[in-house]
């Protein structure tokens, strides 16, 4: 195989042809400018979810069996969280399996993961569909390693990766593990994360008019707000939205009512 042609694999099925050919197993042609902006929107597919920049990736078991893609990434580490999945290239990359398949060890897979931070080396979390169990090790890594707590760690990843349906048994872990991680007392009040439809649509982060709890999640004391790490200034103060009359607007109008 000419060196060209180990060059180019196929952005869709990973095989490695001709910049000018058709790929004979999927039917598309290469085109290597258009995989690091896939990467980064990372809204499923062949590709995985890239969540913190160069370093930590979140994806499926479809994305874990695609050896070439991930060596395309620079992934190396790859952290599988279901026993039942096997670790199909032993030989191409390092791999880590949680042993427990209903109870995630949190604690032993950031360790992982922090060595790979450590080694400067890029990892893969991955589940069976990446919508649960993997996106919940990833939330516990941000919740332990960046001090975000549970309600930012899961707004980031999923604005990065929208597919994820944390259930119900894995939000609890995870609040759980909040309170491990910042003490009870901070967490005693803390309402389930945001339903996907809520995250989706355009008034997210607050509450509407039937809602039981009119307290969004992002607004409750003691939940440390990852913007409020952005430099001051980014958001006016006084800003509102909508129209708001003047007094004089008020009293002239008032004046016309009376005329009338």
């Known amino acids: 195989m000419r060196k060209r042609e180990r060059e180019n694999p196929c952005g869709v099925c990973g095989h490695f042809h001709k910049q000018e050919e058709v790929c004979g197993v999927c039917g598309h042609r290469p085109v290597r400018e258009e995989r ?3 990467v ?14 160069e370093f930590l990736y979140l994806g ?4 874990a069996s695609r050896s070439e893609l991930l060596k395309t990434i620079g992934v190396s580490h790859v952290l599988n969280t279901v026993p039942a999945c096997q670790n199909l290239y032993k030989n191409s990359f390092t791999y880590h399996c949680l042993q427990d398949d209903k109870v995630l060890q949190f604690d032993d897979a950031i360790k992982f993961i922090e060595q790979c931070d450590k080694d400067k ?7 069976m569909s990446g919508k649960s169990r993997s996106p919940a090790v990833v939330i516990a890594y941000l919740m332990k ?19 994820v349906e944390l259930s119900a048994d894995v939000q609890n872990q995870l609040v759980e593990f909040e309170q491990k991680i910042f003490g009870s007392k901070e967490v005693a009040t803390a309402q389930p994360l945001p339903q996907t439809d809520s995250l989706a649509s ?12 009119p307290v969004p999640l992002f607004n409750q004391l003691g939940t440390m707000s990852i913007f409020e790490r952005m430099s001051p200034g980014v958001a006016p103060n006084n800003f509102v939205f909508g129209a708001r009359k003047t007094e004089e607007q008020n009293s002239s109008f008032g004046d016309s009512m009376d005329s009338s």
Do not use: I, M
């Open 202 to 213: 355009p008034g997210f982060g607050f509450p509407k008019p039937t809602d039981a709890s």
């Open 121 to 127: 080396s890029r990892v893969l979390v991955h589940c």
């Open 60 to 63: 499926s078991y479809d994305n």
């Open 145 to 163: 390693c960046k001090g975000w707590r549970l309600a930012q760690s899961f707004q980031w990843v999923k604005e990065r990766r929208p597919q």
């Open 36 to 38: 690091p902006a896939e």
């Open 40 to 53: 980064q929107q990372g809204g499923g597919g062949t590709f995985p979810t890239e969540v913190l920049k």
